[in-house]
């Protein structure tokens, strides 16, 4: 038996297409589900969608809320993987009805790659993130789809190449974060004088490259280990608290930086306050209360860094050969 047809519903997003280029780099017959509007020649995606192509992936038009182009699709698959943004988790409700009539799909990987929205502090303002990212888990499971869910934790060219960094200017207003623009792109320095540490940086983090990402989830859509179970992308090197990620960052510049730590109080303030500042994605607004309601999550809270439960199998384990970057040898980009 060959690898499994996959097809990628979301792959021109900002992780979908490294999940999409693993697939086919790692030998599957790779399809891309993408609007006749993106598929285009005047599309501001053609550049990668001309990629796809030359990578051998099979582009499909098609639409998440047309169920005629989701079933057509569905038919030529054995597995599928949904990267769609924040904007359109409600429609994965869509492809999980599709995926039902069709009745043959072997395995489905909803949109998740982030953090466990099951394990995760539940806020107002985190809830655009992952209350639909629940309602698609709990459909996964009483519809009886075989499915693996993804925690794929922090990116890290946005979280270590830009995020976490950010939170003196993020509070004065002067600096916006955008979910749609990658570090690489906006030409970003890190810090060489001064950091701003949310709570007392220790509570843990997971910090992964996107190509790493899109790798593990690839050799898992066959793997019988990972079937109806949540793969853990958390390689031991890339567990690191802030006060790590900072000292980390001070031995490859060569200096200490000047640290101001905001106590967990004035975060939850910071959080219930927050009303500048609006950073813009192409799909939809990301308010700076969200991303700052999310390093709250992450930065004080550590919900990335859990005790494994018996439904969760850990992806560099189950996969020693991958051969991941490291937090270490990501800041060497910056150096």
Not at 121 to 148: C, E, H, S, W
Not at 190 to 206: W, Y
Not at 262 to 271: C, F, T
């Amino acid at each position: 038996m060959g690898n499994s047809k996959i097809l990628l519903v979301g792959a021109t997003g900002a992780i979908g297409s490294f999940i999409t280029k693993a697939s086919a780099r790692l030998g599957h017959p790779t399809f891309a589900l993408v609007r006749p509007t993106t598929a285009g020649p005047h599309s501001s995606k053609k550049e990668l969608i001309d990629s796809f192509k030359a990578s051998g992936i099979t582009i499909l038009e098609g639409d998440i809320n047309d169920h005629e182009s989701l079933v057509a699709a569905l038919k030529q698959v054995d597995v599928v993987i949904s990267t769609l943004g924040t904007a359109q988790l409600p429609d994965q409700l869509n492809l999980i009805t599709a995926i039902k009539e069709v009745g043959h799909i072997t395995r489905f990987l909803p949109s998740e790659f982030g953090d466990d929205p099951e394990r995760t502090v539940q806020m107002k303002a985190t809830d655009v993130l992952f209350v639909d990212k629940i309602k698609a888990r709990n459909a996964i499971r009483a519809a009886g789809i075989p499915y693996t869910f993804v925690n794929s934790n922090s990116f890290a060219s946005i979280f270590l190449g830009s995020w976490i960094f950010r939170f003196e200017s993020l509070f004065s207003g002067s600096w916006a974060f955008s979910f749609s623009r990658f570090p690489e792109q906006q030409e970003l320095k890190l810090p060489r004088d001064k950091v701003t540490i949310l709570g007392d940086g220790n509570a843990k983090g997971v910090y992964n490259c996107e190509e790493d990402i899109g790798t593990f989830t690839i050799k898992a859509v066959d793997d019988p280990r990972t079937l109806n179970k949540q793969l853990l992308i958390r390689p031991e090197p890339n567990i690191k608290s802030m006060n790590e990620v900072v000292q980390l960052w001070e031995k490859k510049i060569g200096h200490s930086l000047d640290k101001t730590y905001i106590p967990e109080s004035e975060v939850l303030k910071q959080i219930e306050d927050f009303h500048c500042g609006v950073c813009v994605t192409t799909e939809m607004p990301f308010p700076n209360k969200l991303f700052l309601a999310l390093s709250y999550s992450l930065l004080v809270k550590g919900d990335q860094y859990f005790e494994p439960g018996p439904d969760d199998v850990d992806a560099s384990k189950l996969y020693p050969d991958v051969k991941y970057t490291t937090v270490d040898e990501f800041f060497n980009r910056y150096v």
